[in-house]
């Protein structure tokens, strides 16, 4: 089954529970990823941005906050579905098909998606596309802890994930036994390094990223050149 696929048949059975789970399971650090990237990237108010694979909202959110004008963008209606109040303007669609024309936006964020994509390189030379010359691109990703933490990440990834998610239900036991070994294939794949060369191989310049969470997490933001 291919990488989008995958994540429609994982995330839509767990769209209405998955902020509040994806909070405890991450134990907070996911919330705060997220904000940071919103702070580095300190989008001013009534910006254009484009949220990829905005999920239930938690990145819209914050940036609705800002006074930003967001358009949310997934791939899973039921994800979408959770955009109630106004919340930025949901459109379903993927990362490697923007349907928007070249330079539409301001800023372009997105959150765990690369794991999910056919072809790393092609969404982002797609979210670059849509950028606007001198608007920035930020993404939160999960990271792999380096030194002795390691060791514990991996317990808690395979262990006590998958034993929360069989739990929980609803679809988290499937999503709890997928996530460890899709960070870790990830991160032996795109290491940080390699993976600002993409963004740079992309048409974005000053790439930078912080790897916070004693690696756990990984927020790298870029501007179009």
Not at 27 to 43: H, I, K, S, Y
Not at 186 to 210: H, K
């Amino acid at each position: 089954m291919n990488p989008p696929l995958v994540a429609q048949r994982l995330f839509a059975p767990i769209a209405s529970s998955y902020e509040r789970w994806a909070a405890i399971l991450s134990m907070g650090q996911d919330a705060r990823w997220r904000r940071a990237l919103v702070r580095e990237l300190d989008p001013p108010p009534n910006a254009l941005v484009l949220d990829v694979a905005a999920g239930t909202g938690s990145i819209t959110r914050l940036l609705d906050e800002r006074g930003c004008r967001v358009v949310a963008l997934d791939q899973s209606r039921p994800m979408l579905a959770r955009h109630r109040g106004g919340l930025g303007t949901p459109v379903a669609a993927t990362a490697e098909r923007l349907p928007f024309p070249d330079a539409s936006f301001d800023f372009v964020t997105f959150g765990y998606l690369l794991r999910y994509v056919d072809d790393v390189a092609d969404a982002l030379a797609e979210m670059t596309r849509v950028l606007r010359t001198g608007g920035a691109l930020g993404m939160v990703e999960f990271g792999r802890p380096t030194g002795w933490w390691r060791a514990l990440w991996w317990l808690y990834t395979r262990l006590v994930l998958p034993g929360g998610g069989l739990v929980i239900g609803s679809g988290w036991k499937e999503v709890g036994r997928f996530l460890g070994p899709s960070i870790e294939r990830f991160a032996d794949t795109w290491p940080p390094e390699l993976l600002a060369s993409a963004w740079e191989a992309a048409g974005l310049e000053d790439v930078r990223y912080r790897r916070p969470s004693l690696g756990g997490g990984l927020v790298m933001r870029g501007r179009k050149a």
